[in-house]
Protein backbone atom coordinates (compact mmCIF):
# COMPACT_ATOMS: atom_id res chain seq x y z
CA UNK A 1 0.00 0.00 0.00
CA UNK A 2 3.05 2.32 1.00
CA UNK A 3 4.32 1.49 -2.44
CA UNK A 4 1.60 2.57 -4.49
CA UNK A 5 1.09 6.06 -2.22
CA UNK A 6 4.70 7.01 -3.24
CA UNK A 7 4.43 5.53 -6.63
CA UNK A 8 1.15 7.51 -6.78
CA UNK A 9 2.41 11.13 -5.56
CA UNK A 10 5.72 10.96 -7.89
CA UNK A 11 3.60 10.00 -10.64
CA UNK A 12 1.48 13.67 -9.38
CA UNK A 13 4.72 15.38 -9.52
CA UNK A 14 5.93 14.42 -12.41
CA UNK A 15 3.06 14.97 -14.81
CA UNK A 16 2.36 18.31 -13.01
CA UNK A 17 6.11 19.03 -13.86
CA UNK A 18 5.12 18.17 -17.67
CA UNK A 19 2.23 20.41 -17.70
CA UNK A 20 3.83 22.99 -15.94
CA UNK A 21 6.88 22.84 -19.11
CA UNK A 22 4.12 23.00 -21.31
CA UNK A 23 2.63 26.07 -20.30
CA UNK A 24 5.32 27.87 -19.30
CA UNK A 25 6.55 30.66 -21.79
CA UNK A 26 9.98 31.91 -20.26
CA UNK A 27 12.76 29.54 -21.21
CA UNK A 28 14.78 30.20 -18.02
CA UNK A 29 11.98 28.52 -16.07
CA UNK A 30 11.26 25.75 -18.37
CA UNK A 31 15.00 24.71 -17.92
CA UNK A 32 15.04 24.96 -14.14
CA UNK A 33 11.42 22.78 -14.69
CA UNK A 34 13.74 20.43 -16.57
CA UNK A 35 16.16 19.69 -13.75
CA UNK A 36 12.73 18.96 -11.49
CA UNK A 37 12.02 16.66 -13.96
CA UNK A 38 14.68 14.94 -13.72
CA UNK A 39 15.79 14.97 -10.25
CA UNK A 40 11.64 13.22 -9.89
CA UNK A 41 12.59 10.49 -12.62
CA UNK A 42 15.56 9.69 -10.26
CA UNK A 43 13.13 9.16 -7.40
CA UNK A 44 11.10 6.79 -9.10
CA UNK A 45 13.87 4.72 -10.30
CA UNK A 46 15.22 4.34 -6.75
CA UNK A 47 11.68 2.86 -5.83
CA UNK A 48 12.16 0.85 -9.08
CA UNK A 49 15.52 -0.50 -8.06
CA UNK A 50 17.51 0.86 -10.53
CA UNK A 51 19.58 3.00 -8.15
CA UNK A 52 22.82 3.17 -10.70
CA UNK A 53 20.37 4.87 -13.53
CA UNK A 54 18.71 7.06 -10.70
CA UNK A 55 22.45 8.00 -10.11
CA UNK A 56 23.45 8.77 -13.71
CA UNK A 57 19.82 10.38 -14.10
CA UNK A 58 20.38 13.35 -11.51
CA UNK A 59 23.71 13.95 -12.57
CA UNK A 60 23.39 14.11 -16.10
CA UNK A 61 19.30 14.92 -16.49
CA UNK A 62 19.63 17.62 -13.34
CA UNK A 63 23.61 18.67 -13.88
CA UNK A 64 24.61 18.47 -17.60
CA UNK A 65 22.05 18.52 -19.34
CA UNK A 66 20.77 21.97 -17.69
CA UNK A 67 24.06 23.29 -17.91
CA UNK A 68 23.82 22.99 -21.72
CA UNK A 69 20.31 24.45 -21.65
CA UNK A 70 21.69 27.43 -20.05
CA UNK A 71 24.50 28.18 -21.93
CA UNK A 72 22.21 27.65 -24.79
CA UNK A 73 19.85 30.61 -23.76
CA UNK A 74 22.27 33.17 -22.99
CA UNK A 75 23.65 32.10 -27.02
CA UNK A 76 19.72 32.96 -27.92
CA UNK A 77 16.70 34.35 -26.38
CA UNK A 78 14.92 33.93 -23.49
CA UNK A 79 11.26 33.83 -24.13
CA UNK A 80 9.06 31.64 -26.36
CA UNK A 81 6.26 33.68 -28.38
CA UNK A 82 2.97 33.27 -27.97
CA UNK A 83 1.53 30.06 -30.32
CA UNK A 84 0.30 30.67 -33.74
CA UNK A 85 -1.93 27.58 -34.53
CA UNK A 86 -4.59 26.52 -32.39
CA UNK A 87 -4.02 23.38 -30.19
CA UNK A 88 -6.47 21.10 -31.90
CA UNK A 89 -4.82 19.21 -34.36
CA UNK A 90 -1.29 18.10 -32.06
CA UNK A 91 -3.96 17.39 -29.33
CA UNK A 92 -5.64 14.70 -31.58
CA UNK A 93 -2.32 13.32 -32.63
CA UNK A 94 -1.35 12.89 -29.27
CA UNK A 95 -4.75 10.98 -28.07
CA UNK A 96 -4.52 8.98 -31.03
CA UNK A 97 -0.67 7.62 -29.88
CA UNK A 98 -1.45 7.65 -26.52
CA UNK A 99 -4.04 5.40 -27.13
CA UNK A 100 -2.43 3.32 -29.77
CA UNK A 101 0.40 2.91 -27.03
CA UNK A 102 -2.61 1.79 -24.07
CA UNK A 103 -4.19 -0.23 -26.20
CA UNK A 104 -0.42 -2.34 -26.57
CA UNK A 105 0.16 -2.38 -23.09
CA UNK A 106 -3.39 -4.07 -22.22
CA UNK A 107 -1.83 -7.91 -22.89
CA UNK A 108 1.55 -7.25 -20.86
CA UNK A 109 2.20 -8.83 -17.90
CA UNK A 110 1.20 -6.95 -14.78
CA UNK A 111 3.98 -5.08 -13.14
CA UNK A 112 6.48 -6.58 -11.28
CA UNK A 113 5.67 -9.88 -12.47
CA UNK A 114 8.35 -12.32 -11.61
CA UNK A 115 7.44 -14.76 -14.84
CA UNK A 116 7.40 -12.21 -16.92
CA UNK A 117 8.99 -13.11 -20.49
CA UNK A 118 11.42 -10.29 -19.47
CA UNK A 119 13.11 -11.75 -16.68
CA UNK A 120 13.25 -15.47 -17.80
CA UNK A 121 15.39 -15.01 -20.50
CA UNK A 122 19.25 -14.18 -20.47
CA UNK A 123 19.22 -12.34 -17.42
CA UNK A 124 18.45 -14.89 -15.60
CA UNK A 125 21.87 -16.00 -16.92
CA UNK A 126 23.95 -13.16 -16.70
CA UNK A 127 22.89 -13.62 -12.63
CA UNK A 128 24.07 -16.55 -12.45
CA UNK A 129 27.27 -16.75 -14.07
CA UNK A 130 28.20 -13.55 -12.84
CA UNK A 131 29.58 -14.18 -9.71
CA UNK A 132 31.79 -16.90 -11.01
CA UNK A 133 32.99 -15.10 -13.94
CA UNK A 134 33.32 -11.85 -12.66
CA UNK A 135 33.60 -11.45 -9.28
CA UNK A 136 32.36 -8.44 -8.54
CA UNK A 137 29.31 -7.10 -6.77
CA UNK A 138 27.61 -4.61 -8.78
CA UNK A 139 25.50 -6.68 -11.32
CA UNK A 140 25.14 -3.71 -13.35
CA UNK A 141 28.89 -2.58 -13.70
CA UNK A 142 29.99 -6.03 -15.24
CA UNK A 143 26.95 -6.42 -17.32
CA UNK A 144 27.65 -2.93 -19.09
CA UNK A 145 31.90 -3.29 -18.53
CA UNK A 146 31.77 -7.02 -19.95
CA UNK A 147 28.76 -8.98 -21.23
CA UNK A 148 27.81 -5.74 -22.98
CA UNK A 149 30.89 -4.32 -23.34
CA UNK A 150 30.26 -4.02 -26.97
CA UNK A 151 27.42 -1.90 -26.65
CA UNK A 152 29.28 0.83 -24.59
CA UNK A 153 31.83 0.59 -26.97
CA UNK A 154 29.29 1.37 -29.36
CA UNK A 155 27.90 4.37 -27.37
CA UNK A 156 31.60 5.84 -26.24
CA UNK A 157 31.79 5.62 -30.30
CA UNK A 158 28.42 7.84 -30.63
CA UNK A 159 29.36 10.55 -27.50
CA UNK A 160 32.55 10.69 -29.75
CA UNK A 161 30.99 11.61 -32.69
CA UNK A 162 28.13 14.26 -30.84
CA UNK A 163 31.04 15.64 -29.48
CA UNK A 164 33.05 16.34 -32.96
CA UNK A 165 29.75 17.10 -34.60
CA UNK A 166 29.14 20.11 -31.31
CA UNK A 167 32.45 21.50 -31.92
CA UNK A 168 31.90 21.43 -35.62
CA UNK A 169 29.10 23.63 -35.54
CA UNK A 170 30.18 25.96 -32.52
CA UNK A 171 33.83 26.50 -33.69
CA UNK A 172 34.85 29.72 -34.73
CA UNK A 173 31.21 31.52 -33.54
CA UNK A 174 33.29 34.44 -32.15
CA UNK A 175 35.72 34.79 -34.91
CA UNK A 176 32.27 35.04 -37.41
CA UNK A 177 30.50 37.63 -34.88
CA UNK A 178 33.55 39.69 -35.23
CA UNK A 179 33.59 39.39 -39.36
CA UNK A 180 29.90 39.87 -39.99
CA UNK A 181 29.40 44.00 -39.14
CA UNK A 182 32.35 44.00 -41.93
CA UNK A 183 31.14 42.47 -44.40
CA UNK A 184 27.51 43.63 -44.03
CA UNK A 185 29.45 47.16 -44.29
CA UNK A 186 30.75 46.05 -47.74
CA UNK A 187 27.90 44.63 -48.97
CA UNK A 188 26.27 48.08 -49.28
CA UNK A 189 29.27 50.31 -49.85
CA UNK B 1 -10.90 -9.73 -7.30
CA UNK B 2 -9.10 -10.02 -10.68
CA UNK B 3 -10.24 -6.60 -12.31
CA UNK B 4 -8.38 -4.69 -9.21
CA UNK B 5 -5.15 -6.41 -9.81
CA UNK B 6 -4.89 -6.01 -13.23
CA UNK B 7 -5.54 -1.85 -13.29
CA UNK B 8 -3.09 -2.01 -10.59
CA UNK B 9 -0.38 -4.10 -12.52
CA UNK B 10 -1.10 -1.74 -15.73
CA UNK B 11 -1.56 1.61 -13.98
CA UNK B 12 1.92 2.57 -14.15
CA UNK B 13 2.15 1.85 -17.86
CA UNK B 14 -0.50 4.18 -18.37
CA UNK B 15 0.98 6.48 -16.24
CA UNK B 16 3.84 6.90 -18.35
CA UNK B 17 1.90 6.75 -21.17
CA UNK B 18 0.49 9.97 -20.07
CA UNK B 19 4.00 11.47 -19.49
CA UNK B 20 4.86 10.33 -22.96
CA UNK B 21 2.11 12.34 -24.57
CA UNK B 22 3.29 15.14 -22.61
CA UNK B 23 6.36 15.01 -24.10
CA UNK B 24 4.99 14.56 -27.45
CA UNK B 25 2.40 17.28 -27.04
CA UNK B 26 5.04 19.83 -26.78
CA UNK B 27 7.28 18.48 -30.16
CA UNK B 28 4.19 18.94 -32.06
CA UNK B 29 2.60 21.40 -30.76
CA UNK B 30 5.02 24.12 -29.71
CA UNK B 31 7.17 26.45 -32.13
CA UNK B 32 10.11 27.39 -30.11
CA UNK B 33 13.21 24.91 -31.32
CA UNK B 34 14.24 24.93 -27.00
CA UNK B 35 11.08 23.89 -26.26
CA UNK B 36 11.23 21.21 -28.91
CA UNK B 37 14.30 19.53 -27.31
CA UNK B 38 12.40 19.79 -23.90
CA UNK B 39 10.03 18.08 -24.96
CA UNK B 40 11.97 14.88 -26.54
CA UNK B 41 14.02 14.56 -23.26
CA UNK B 42 10.91 14.51 -21.24
CA UNK B 43 9.44 11.88 -24.08
CA UNK B 44 12.87 9.89 -23.61
CA UNK B 45 12.84 10.01 -19.99
CA UNK B 46 9.18 8.19 -19.99
CA UNK B 47 10.37 6.01 -22.27
CA UNK B 48 13.33 5.17 -20.18
CA UNK B 49 11.36 4.52 -17.14
CA UNK B 50 9.23 2.53 -18.75
CA UNK B 51 11.67 0.21 -19.95
CA UNK B 52 13.36 0.36 -16.73
CA UNK B 53 9.37 -0.89 -14.50
CA UNK B 54 9.38 -3.89 -16.90
CA UNK B 55 12.51 -5.38 -14.81
CA UNK B 56 11.32 -4.77 -11.72
CA UNK B 57 9.95 -7.84 -9.42
CA UNK B 58 7.70 -7.56 -6.56
CA UNK B 59 9.63 -7.80 -3.36
CA UNK B 60 12.83 -7.77 -5.12
CA UNK B 61 16.10 -5.60 -4.06
CA UNK B 62 18.46 -3.63 -6.35
CA UNK B 63 20.75 -5.97 -7.60
CA UNK B 64 24.21 -5.36 -5.84
CA UNK B 65 25.62 -8.64 -4.35
CA UNK B 66 26.92 -8.62 -0.58
CA UNK B 67 30.77 -7.65 -0.84
CA UNK B 68 31.41 -11.29 0.68
CA UNK B 69 30.06 -12.59 -2.25
CA UNK B 70 27.80 -14.96 -0.23
CA UNK B 71 24.72 -14.77 -2.07
CA UNK B 72 21.72 -15.76 0.01
CA UNK B 73 19.26 -18.03 -2.69
CA UNK B 74 16.52 -16.85 -1.48
CA UNK B 75 16.79 -12.92 -1.76
CA UNK B 76 15.19 -11.79 -5.63
CA UNK B 77 17.21 -9.32 -7.06
CA UNK B 78 15.25 -7.13 -9.83
CA UNK B 79 16.58 -7.61 -13.56
CA UNK B 80 19.70 -5.41 -14.16
CA UNK B 81 19.75 -5.70 -18.17
CA UNK B 82 17.06 -3.16 -18.84
CA UNK B 83 19.26 -0.22 -16.19
CA UNK B 84 22.28 -1.23 -18.48
CA UNK B 85 20.35 -0.69 -21.86
CA UNK B 86 19.25 2.83 -20.10
CA UNK B 87 22.06 3.70 -19.05
CA UNK B 88 23.67 3.70 -22.27
CA UNK B 89 20.23 5.12 -23.15
CA UNK B 90 20.78 8.16 -21.30
CA UNK B 91 24.31 9.10 -22.07
CA UNK B 92 23.16 8.82 -26.05
CA UNK B 93 20.57 10.71 -24.89
CA UNK B 94 22.53 14.20 -23.95
CA UNK B 95 25.03 13.49 -26.47
CA UNK B 96 22.02 13.67 -28.96
CA UNK B 97 20.42 16.76 -26.90
CA UNK B 98 23.99 18.57 -27.20
CA UNK B 99 24.09 18.23 -30.87
CA UNK B 100 20.61 19.77 -30.94
CA UNK B 101 21.03 22.88 -29.23
CA UNK B 102 24.52 23.15 -30.89
CA UNK B 103 22.13 23.48 -34.12
CA UNK B 104 19.64 26.00 -32.44
CA UNK B 105 22.89 28.13 -31.76
CA UNK B 106 23.44 28.13 -35.13
CA UNK B 107 20.36 28.61 -36.56
CA UNK B 108 19.80 31.79 -34.48
CA UNK B 109 22.95 33.09 -36.13
CA UNK B 110 21.82 32.51 -39.23
CA UNK B 111 17.99 33.30 -38.85
CA UNK B 112 17.96 35.97 -36.01
CA UNK B 113 15.34 33.64 -34.55
CA UNK B 114 14.53 29.92 -33.28
CA UNK B 115 10.58 30.47 -33.91
CA UNK B 116 9.94 27.37 -36.15
CA UNK B 117 7.16 29.41 -38.39
CA UNK B 118 9.33 32.78 -38.83
CA UNK B 119 12.64 30.86 -39.81
CA UNK B 120 9.66 29.01 -42.45
CA UNK B 121 8.79 32.54 -43.50
CA UNK B 122 12.64 33.64 -44.05
CA UNK B 123 13.10 30.53 -46.16
CA UNK B 124 9.98 30.89 -48.44
CA UNK B 125 11.10 35.08 -48.83
CA UNK B 126 14.59 33.86 -49.78
CA UNK B 127 13.79 31.15 -52.01
CA UNK B 128 11.35 33.58 -53.97
CA UNK B 129 14.00 36.00 -54.11
CA UNK B 130 16.19 33.49 -56.05
CA UNK B 131 13.40 32.31 -58.03
CA UNK B 132 13.22 36.36 -59.26
CA UNK B 133 17.02 36.81 -59.95
CA UNK B 134 16.80 33.51 -61.89
CA UNK B 135 14.02 34.62 -64.24
CA UNK B 136 15.16 38.07 -64.50
CA UNK B 137 18.87 36.20 -65.73
CA UNK B 138 16.69 34.22 -68.00
CA UNK B 139 15.22 37.45 -69.64
CA UNK B 140 11.62 37.36 -68.12
CA UNK B 141 9.09 35.89 -65.69
CA UNK B 142 10.33 32.76 -64.71
Redesign the interface.
Given at each position: MLDLFIDLSLFTMLVATGFAIVKMRRLFGVTMMTGVFSLLSAMLLVTLDAVDVAFTEAAVGAGISTVLMLSTLTLTSRIEKSPVHTPWIPLLVVAVTGAVIIYGTLDMPNFGDANAPAQVGVAAQYMERGPEDMDLPNTVTYILASYRGYDTMGETSVVFTAGVGVLMLISGLRRRRRRKPSRDEGEVS | MPEI??I????????F??????????V?????L??KI??L??FQ?AV??FY????????????????D?R?DPAT?????????????G???G??????G??????I??EYN???E?EILGIEKELVAQENRTLGDAMGGRA
Open positions: - | EYLGHLNYWLTVLMMTGLYIVAKGNIKVGNLSFMISLGKITGGTAPIFPLMIVYTNPLPHVLILTIVVIATTSLLALIVRRETIED
